[in-house]
């Protein structure tokens, strides 16, 4: 992915959970949304905060049901989205990370590898939220138009990536993420590891530890 200051909204990808984590999305792409945010003004002052606000999710609770629980739902997003959020706005508090975007957020604080303290909350607040946003009621099946032919053009056939997909989830050791990329450019992350060092220009399915996320891996442009 790019630079989170250049990504297009037209952008699309998806991705699935580790196995670890007991949650599976859909193949469905849709285009990236920019997270809310809330400015306020102190009283008796020209300083403008912005804070980072929880998301209401994109369908009621229980609409994932039966493939997911309305408690387990409850759960994930009211209990951990929540906390990333609201630590995130805790520790970027009055730093130079305050007013960035999210994602620029992401990418500053991944520090090419050199993971900073406020990494994990901004980068499993854009995760859970994209999570939500891949998934809908009825949702699943295959793909169309572009998505489909980026799909069969480097993986062969829409089966075969499912493959590939499920089973970079089922792998990842631990906590972690499965997600399907495009890879426009060669990474240059320095410290960190590039999972997958293959030709540009393609779709890959990747998967990454914890709060990682292939924004860090400049896969767009």
Same mark, same amino acid.
């Given at each position: 992915?790019a630079?989170?200051?250049s990504m #297009?909204?037209?952008? %699309?990808?998806?991705l699935l *959970? !580790?196995?670890s984590q007991?949650l599976?999305?859909s193949t469905?792409? =849709? ?8 400015f306020?003004?102190?009283a008796g ?5 912005a804070?980072?606000e ?8 229980n609409a994932?049901?039966p ?7 409850e759960?994930?997003w009211?209990?951990?989205h ?6 995130l706005?805790?520790?970027i ?6 007013g960035?975007?999210?994602e620029?957020?992401?990418? #500053?604080?991944?520090? %090419?590898?050199?993971?900073? *303290? !406020?990494?994990?909350?901004a ?6 939220? =994209? ?8 949702g699943g099946?295959?793909p169309?138009?572009?998505l489909?032919d980026l799909?069969?053009r480097d993986?062969?056939?829409f089966?075969?990536f499912i493959?590939e997909?499920?089973?970079a989830a089922?792998t ?5 993420w ?9 990474p240059?992350?320095?410290?960190a590891?590039?999972?997958?060092p293959?030709?540009d220009k393609?779709?890959?399915v990747v998967?990454?530890?914890n ?7 400049d896969y767009?442009?």
């Open positions: 992915m630079a989170a200051a #297009a909204t037209s952008l %699309k990808f998806a *959970p !580790s196995q007991g599976r999305g469905r792409s =849709f285009p990236l949304t920019k997270p809310q945010r809330r306020s003004r102190k002052s020209n300083l403008i905060t804070k980072f929880l998301k209401p999710p994109p369908y009621p609770m994932l049901e493939h997911m629980s309305q408690a387990t739902f759960y994930h009211g209990k951990h929540r906390a990333y959020v609201d630590n706005n805790k520790q508090a009055g730093t130079e990370l305050q960035l975007s999210l620029d957020i992401i990418i #500053a604080s991944y520090n %090419k590898g050199d993971i900073l *303290p !406020s990494f994990n909350n980068a499993q607040a854009w995760n859970h939220e =994209f999570f939500w946003e891949s998934m809908k009621p009825g099946g295959k169309s138009g572009e489909l799909i069969e993986f062969g056939s089966e075969r493959e997909f499920k089973s089922a990842q050791f631990g906590s972690g499965a997600w399907l990329a495009y890879k426009a450019n060669r240059n992350v320095e410290k590891v590039n999972p997958f293959s030709e393609k779709l890959e998967k990454s530890p709060a990682v996320n292939p924004l860090v891996w767009f442009s």
